[in-house]
């Protein structure tokens, strides 16, 4: 699918069969046929006859098709169509025709610059064949990177059209994406694109590159003199300049050297490529064509002692037959395998699909990813970035700079969705096709495949242009945040708060950050790791938040404010901890509500409290006070077991001296309010009783002291 250069073979033997006294009607039939076969090339030489042979050369008279001669409506007073003057325009119904197949073929063979100049021809003779080629004509013209006069036809596309039809959403997307190609903001001036050397772009078509188990070594896929290809066609140049087989390439002193072909059995005389290895380089996947290029399937070889076994090909489940199936990706755990395939139940044309694989490599019944990340139209070269979570891949269908754009989704582990893809602009992409995207662990070097810049002497209609790898830096991703501390009470900035950063994995030291007189804080903050966040002030209760740098493929400013309660004098209750009757057993439920007490006195580290039980005034005084000091242990015992420290906790029981419903009041309420009042005052509360110095123990760690 992504080969720019086709074999002319097929031309060679199509052609041959035919007579040079073939009629236009005859030339029209090999035409159609070989379109319908998807054979493009052979379709645009028939094509090309019947456009060139004169109306009237046929051997019969009967029209193949049901035409009427287009003519143009009258032309009406400052009516005009592309500077033309179609009022006079009479149009043979067969060049009518052949003019629209003509570029509709130009078009699948990704020869651009030839499809822009039928379909110039073709919207100035409509047909109600081919209602959509001015939408293709403007498709076109975004690819050769004429966004203005692109979106002329995309909205005169939009004007014309049926509401049915299942461009026109498309054909809305790319208006937008015209004006995003023109805006320059839309470029990522710090990102530097170059293209390989020579050594690394020879030959025709060079693409899927990506890392070979080292920063400084190289898999990719090249169509290059030398190639594997049988005995009887290594003298036929077409065959040498368009197979494609896998190559390897190491890096010394930053120089590319002479690449080889990748070491196995791998390479034959089809066509091989789109290759990747997994993490660990335990596994291979690549993509094999038929001899005919109608269906293609995914390979998988092992690596035992540092040698590739034979490749299997993936059962049916990937391989589904009658489909093609190409372009694999394994994810680093090993479970999951991203590819493509234009197999039924997409979203249309290809699609991206996820399958899982056994020990043994067996594929589990494949998943389309849906309609967030695949479009309508084509879907291709998935790359799943481990560390951010974050799926690369090429795509025709979410409006961009035209051709295939390199797109980018996150995946969220919480609810295991991916977000709406995101365009990764210029100059990741281009007018034309992009793809192949491929990255370090760090996100600041990796590969992707363009044929933005014409090639010279590719041979061949369609093969003006052609893949090419190329590099990219990118600047280091920043992170920062910044903040104020307030009291949640008076909405006032609190001064001299403490903001501590604690990482969460562990990997590094915590931070600490005192508020200015404005209240404010801010830092940067490291790529890739996760920060627990807390602010403090003696005489409040803390606050605290989570920030995370993990998925981040783009910079980005934090901003978090945190809210500090004041300590309130008296106890606090504790609502909804209960006890088996009769005895100071915490019942499940309570330990619930215990859990965000711990919670809250890991976050207040500086505070000691009070545990206190009361009971109600129902039983001897002296029963009550033995229970509420044995409830009052019970909680104070479940928070040291989970690790607060014991000077800071003291369990007290009050009975019933400390109701706060007293009998006189509470036996004078309704009968059926009585019960609810006892309630309340069997409670277990807490109160601060001592509040230590929150910056003493980080005396000479904090940062802006």
């Known amino acids: ?198 050594n690394i772009n020879r030959g025709v078509s060079n693409f899927a590159a990506g890392y070979y188990g080292d920063p400084d070594a190289l898999l990719f896929t090249s169509a290059r003199p030398g190639n594997t290809m049988l005995k009887d066609r290594k003298t036929d140049p077409v065959m040498a300049a368009f197979t494609t087989d896998l190559y390897t390439a190491q890096r010394i002193n930053g120089m590319w050297q002479k690449p080889q072909p990748l070491m196995g059995q791998f390479n034959t005389p089809q066509n091989e490529g789109a290759a990747t290895v997994s993490f660990g380089m335990a596994q291979l996947f690549f993509t094999r064509w038929t001899e005919d290029k109608k269906e293609c399937a995914i390979y998988m070889c092992k690596n035992v002692n540092d040698k590739w076994l034979a490749p299997l090909r993936l059962n049916a489940n990937v391989n589904m037959p009658g489909t093609r199936n190409l372009q694999a990706y394994l994810s680093n755990d090993g479970s999951t395998l991203f590819f493509v395939s234009d197999r039924p139940g997409g979203q249309g044309g290809y699609d991206l699909w996820t399958t899982q694989l056994d020990e043994n490599g067996e594929a589990s019944e494949p998943v389309n990813m849906g309609p967030t990340i695949n479009s309508p139209e084509d879907d291709v070269t998935p790359f799943y970035h481990f560390t951010t979570r974050t799926l690369f891949y090429s795509s025709k269908g979410f409006g961009g700079f035209g051709g295939l754009d390199i797109v980018k989704s996150a995946f969220n582990p919480d609810d295991s969705t991916w977000s709406s893809p995101k365009n990764l602009e210029a100059p990741f992409n281009s007018s034309r096709d992009d793809a192949y995207f491929s990255m370090d662990r760090i996100q600041q070097h990796g590969y992707f495949s363009s044929d933005r810049r014409r090639c010279e002497n590719c041979g061949g209609e369609g093969s003006n242009y052609c893949y090419k790898v190329y590099q990219f830096t990118n600047e280091p991703l920043v992170f920062s945040i910044h903040g104020k501390v307030y009291n949640i009470e008076t909405n006032e900035v609190i001064p001299n708060a403490l903001v501590t950063f604690k990482d969460i994995r562990g990997d590094s030291e915590p931070l600490f950050l005192i508020t200015d007189s404005l209240g404010g804080y801010a830092t940067p903050l490291q790529i890739n790791q996760e920060w627990y966040l807390k602010a403090q002030k003696n005489k409040f209760f803390g606050d605290a938040t989570n920030i995370s740098t993990v998925g981040l493929t783009d910079s980005k400013v934090f901003e978090h404010d945190f809210y500090l309660t004041p300590i309130p004098m008296g106890e606090i209750v504790i609502p909804g901890i209960e006890y088996d009757y009769n005895k100071a057993t915490l019942r499940p439920e309570s330990k619930k509500i215990l859990d965000d007490l711990y919670d809250f006195l890991v976050l207040n580290d500086n505070l000691s409290v009070e545990i206190s039980a009361h009971t109600d005034t129902r039983g001897s005084d002296s029963y009550n006070l033995r229970l509420s000091k044995e409830r009052a242990k019970s909680v104070m015992d479940y928070l040291l077991a989970k690790g607060i420290p014991q000077d800071r906790l003291q369990a007290e029981g009050f009975g019933e001296t400390k109701p706060l419903i007293p009998d006189k009041e509470l036996y004078a309420l309704p009968a059926d309010q009585q019960e609810p009042a006892h309630q309340k005052n069997r409670r277990t509360t807490f109160r601060p009783i001592r509040e230590g110095v929150i910056m003493d123990k980080w005396e000479g760690k904090i940062k802006n002291k």
């Open 1 to 198: 699918m992504m080969k720019r250069a086709l074999s002319l073979l097929t031309i060679l033997l199509g052609t041959s069969l035919l007579l040079s006294g073939q009629s236009r009607r005859e030339w029209l039939d090999f035409g159609d046929q070989a379109y319908e076969q998807k054979n493009y090339m052979l379709a645009l030489v028939c094509y090309k006859h019947v456009a060139d042979m004169a109306p009237g050369s046929d051997r019969d008279a009967m029209l193949p098709y049901e035409y009427k001669p287009w003519e143009a409506p009258p032309k009406k007073k400052n009516d005009s169509l592309n500077g033309a003057d179609t009022a006079k325009i009479k149009v043979d119904p067969r060049t009518q025709y052949v003019t629209h197949r003509i570029a509709d073929c130009y078009r699948l063979l990704n020869d651009y610059d030839n499809a822009e100049a039928w379909y110039a021809k073709a919207v100035q003779m409509p047909s109600d064949q081919f209602p959509d080629s001015r939408y293709w004509y403007g498709t076109i013209l975004m690819y050769n990177a004429k966004y203005q006069a692109a979106a002329t036809q995309f909205e005169t596309y939009l004007g014309t059209v049926e509401l049915s039809s299942p461009l026109m959403k498309m054909a809305s997307r790319n208006i937008a994406g015209c004006l995003f190609a023109q805006d320059t903001s839309s470029t990522k001036s710090e990102v530097i694109v170059t293209e390989l050397d020579t």
